[in-house]
């Protein structure tokens, strides 16, 4: 596996996953899913997510 694409990724408590999947396995993640349409899916910035998860 050389990257992911995580969906549904809506709800801030789902947010806490990234951190998870992180500790366990540095693999990439290359696109988020925020809504239920492909066009819901962001570029993964990861400095922009975890300062959203702090706000």
Known sequence: MTGLIVTKL????????LAAIAQER????????????VEDLE??????FAQ???A
């Open 10 to 17: 809506d709800g801030t408590a789902k947010g806490g996953v």
């Open 26 to 37: 540095p693999i990439p993640v290359y696109f988020i899913g925020v809504g239920e349409k």
């Open 43 to 48: 570029t993964f910035n990861a400095k922009e």
């Open 52 to 54: 959203a998860l702090l």
